[in-house]
């Protein structure tokens, strides 16, 4: 089964930036397409970012649109969440996503395999 692996989560204030990764174990993760989903408290899980397997198409909520950045690295088995302008409201567990070939419709869809999660907390 295909094992991801998820890092980078922390604390951090308003306006500043993380880096989230998440890395495959097992398998390649050349054949998949990557979510990345989030849940706050008393929320439900919300799709963030969907990133195609060679990376040339990306899809995001529009919340995060335009402060967020989905990225691959086939050669290093890994994805990328590059996440800017960071608000208290992105506070949330964010977790990666796999689905074989493409981010599919709607994007935020269903997902086969799923990370344990990383913490991100944006707070002042």
């Known amino acids: 089964q295909l094992q991801l692996v998820e890092s980078g989560g922390g604390l951090v204030q308003p306006g500043g930036s993380l880096r989230l990764s998440c890395a495959a174990s097992?398998?390649?993760?050349?054949?998949?397409?990557i979510g990345w989903f989030r849940q706050a408290p008393g929320k439900e899980r919300e799709g963030v970012s969907c990133i195609s397997t060679s990376g040339g198409s990306t899809n995001y909520a529009d919340s995060v649109k335009g402060r967020f950045t989905i990225s691959r690295d086939n050669a290093k088995n890994t994805v990328y969440l590059q996440m800017n302008s960071l608000k208290p409201e992105d506070t949330a567990v964010y977790y990666c996503?796999?689905?074989?070939?493409?981010?599919?419709?709607?994007?935020?869809?269903?997902?086969?395999?799923w990370g344990q999660g990383t913490q991100v907390t944006v707070s002042s």
């Open positions: 996503a796999a689905r074989a070939f493409e981010c599919g419709s709607p994007w935020y869809g269903v997902y086969d395999y």
């Open positions: 097992r398998f390649t993760l050349d054949y998949y397409a």
